[in-house]
């Protein structure tokens, strides 16, 4: 891959569209993941296979899936345990996504499980994607800060990595799901990494609750991280997370890349019309922070 | 001065409230300037010597002088030229703001005159300057970008401050006047800046317009940058420099510092509550982009 190539992950058919109080209906998910082929988008997180109960936005990811390529493009699927892995592997899907707090109270809060639980059902999973090539990927969460316990060590966050990387994960995502990172401690803990990992097997996943995404985006790329995820308009959060409004938009992540001289394959224009189409879909006045002069 | 501080230079006042459509009477820019020393700023721009015709917001600025202790903190005044110097000494202001743009036609747009008539006089102004005890700072305008001439070499940049020095002005602004400058710009700068000179004089003055206002603040810290121009709520622009809009907000700067661990010995809850006296003053609706939550 170009060195000057970053991908952007966009995020907004699941993390987006789940934490809005629309449920948005089967053909509009459908048209907006469609709608990104126009733009250059090809790295997508198109549902997940939770309990419809928990997170009804979410339900019917497999209708969503037969109403797509699958194989079209890098489309990922979330998966919280093996039951969701089952479906996504019946369904065909090639990147999972699961998703580890870095405290107790937040992973019960997230998935209803001890973080050792999570870890011990997502080394089997895994294994067992291994076996259907299905590409894995880890989010690290609270990676930075936890709404209920505070301020997370980076040795926890270490030890996490270490965990995953032993056990063959394609991909770690750190997700400052709160947006509550700042720059300085997002250059603290990518130095470590990339001086302890292979970067290339890096992600990252900010929100911009507290105005920072870009910086930490700024200070991640210092880093040599190449990945990003981001979210249409800034579509979406976390429903179990207080204050985690706020998804970094994906039109100024793409803008400001671009401004700094990355590629990303995406075409900035066509993308706000995507930015547009999502905003009929979902009834909301969707934007980026940057100023569209 | 602790390595720790951070002076956050506030320029609502001036910066701000000229280029909103209201003018905002005496009586009120007044009351904006006294607020501020209840959250503990103390560097502000109050205002500026230079026709009121062009800048009608600005006028009576010596009646804003009258209605305020000038000795009392680090309160500053924009003059463009001899006669404005005139006027700053005249009414008894300790610090003095010069604005050079690092484009012809910007400079001819902005104060009406060559780069190089206007370096002769601010290098007369800064002479008498010395003589009367005045600190004088001189702004890089455009010093990234240009609306009418596009990217600016840091060559220009280089030659200017170093002319600067050499006539020994108290202080260097490096000004994205457009919000332009993208993070690895402002580090590139900053760079050769802090190698080549003492970084202590250097100040930064970023516009959000393209919401890399922040990212900007953090590439400049990173290389020993210690004060930063804001204005709160993000009031304000340039009226003459299109795409302008946008201050970077103070109540944004000050948390991005304090969640990073500097000092600005500014209270971030009182800032808010002058942010709504300002919002009440001028009849706009004031934030920044952080979400209170």
Do not use: W
């Amino acid at each position: 891959m170009d060195q000057n190539f970053i991908t952007v992950n966009e995020v907004g058919p699941r993390d987006g569209l789940q934490n809005i109080s629309k449920i948005v209906d089967l053909a509009g998910r459908i048209e907006i993941i469609n709608a990104y082929k126009t733009c250059g988008i090809s790295s997508i997180e198109i549902g997940s296979f939770v309990s419809p109960k928990s997170v009804p936005a979410m339900a019917e990811t497999d209708l969503v899936i037969r109403g797509i390529d699958i194989n079209e493009f890098n489309y990922s699927v979330l998966i919280p345990n093996l039951r969701g892995f089952e479906l996504a592997r019946q369904n065909k899907v090639k990147i999972i996504c699961m998703v580890l707090s870095m405290t107790e109270s937040f992973n019960l809060k997230n998935i209803n499980k001890s973080i050792n639980d999570s870890k011990e059902e997502f080394r089997i999973i895994i294994d067992k994607s291994k076996e259907e090539r299905i590409t894995t990927k880890i989010y690290l969460s609270t990676a930075f800060e936890c709404p209920f316990e505070g301020k997370v060590k980076i040795a926890k966050v270490i030890e996490n990595i270490d965990y995953f990387i032993e056990h063959g994960v394609d991909e770690i995502v750190i997700a400052d799901t709160i947006g509550a990172a700042n720059p300085k401690q997002v250059n603290e803990l990518f130095k470590i990494i990339e001086r302890d990992f292979d970067i290339s097997k890096f992600s990252a996943h900010f929100h911009d609750t507290r105005a920072m995404a870009l910086s930490n985006v700024y200070a991640s790329l210092e880093n040599g991280v190449t990945k990003f995820d981001s979210s249409i308009g800034g579509l979406g959060g976390c429903p179990f997370a207080p204050g985690a409004s706020g998804n970094l938009p994906t039109e100024d992540l793409v803008s400001m890349l671009h401004q700094m001289g990355y590629e990303t394959g995406i075409d900035y224009d066509l993308l706000l019309d995507v930015v547009k189409l999502a905003s009929r879909v979902t009834n909301l006045v969707l934007r980026g922070r940057m100023n569209h002069f």
